[in-house]
């Protein structure tokens, strides 16, 4: 089994670029930059794609250009077009759940109130895609989520997320084999620097 899309979630537009909820975007930023590929808007797809090829996989990039909430509207219609199952599918997102410095790797699960990734969810029909979650920590109330994420973190918590967003560069060749042991030790294990 290997990854033929990574997606990374976050919100279109300057208004939004340095916010705790694009984390996705930033990854999916990095990694495309690593593996050399160019974005080019699809709308088609409702989204900005590259493609490129790793260790003889085809791999497509995606970062949606529709709001979170509605990332399925972009997903979907990609996955489908390329015949990419659930489980080929990686997703990159912010994590309030795991402090700032954070990242786990999993396939399957809830949405846990994620609503880009209740959106893919329904798109797909499926929950059987691989999560890649960047912690950005959380506000302490659920009522405070939707302002929490939608600003920019002290810098303090912005180095850390770029810190994961590096480690996540540095391992982007090996994230079309996402369920390889070792990787995902990788990544569950990952500790900031001091």
């Known amino acids: 089994m290997s ?3 990574i997606v990374g979630l976050g919100n279109p537009g300057q208004k939004y670029d340095t916010t705790r909820h694009n984390a996705g975007f930033w990854a999916v930023d990095a990694i495309a930059a690593t593996l050399g590929g160019q974005w080019a808007e699809e709308r088609k797809f409702k989204g900005a794609v590259t493609r490129v090829m790793v260790d003889g996989v085809d791999l497509r990039l995606l970062r949606p250009d529709t709001f979170m909430n509605r990332s399925g509207q972009s997903v979907g219609p990609l996955a489908q077009f390329f015949k990419i199952a659930p489980e080929e599918i990686l997703v990159i997102h ?3 759940d795991l402090p700032p410095g954070r990242m786990r790797l999993k396939c399957g699960g809830g949405h846990g ?7 893919i969810q329904a798109a797909l029909g499926s929950a059987d895609f691989w999560r890649l979650r960047i912690g950005v920590g959380h506000p302490g109330h659920r009522d405070a989520v939707v302002g929490y994420v939608l600003t920019n973190p002290p810098p303090d918590e912005r180095r850390l997320i770029e810190d994961v967003v590096i480690e996540v560069r540095h391992l982007a060749p090996k994230l079309v084999q996402a369920d390889d042991s070792a990787l995902m030790q990788a990544i569950n294990s990952y500790r900031p620097s001091a």
Do not use: A, R, W
């Open 94 to 96: 912010d994590e309030l």
């Open 113 to 119: 109130g994620h609503n880009g990734l209740k959106d």
């Open 3 to 5: 990854i033929k899309l």
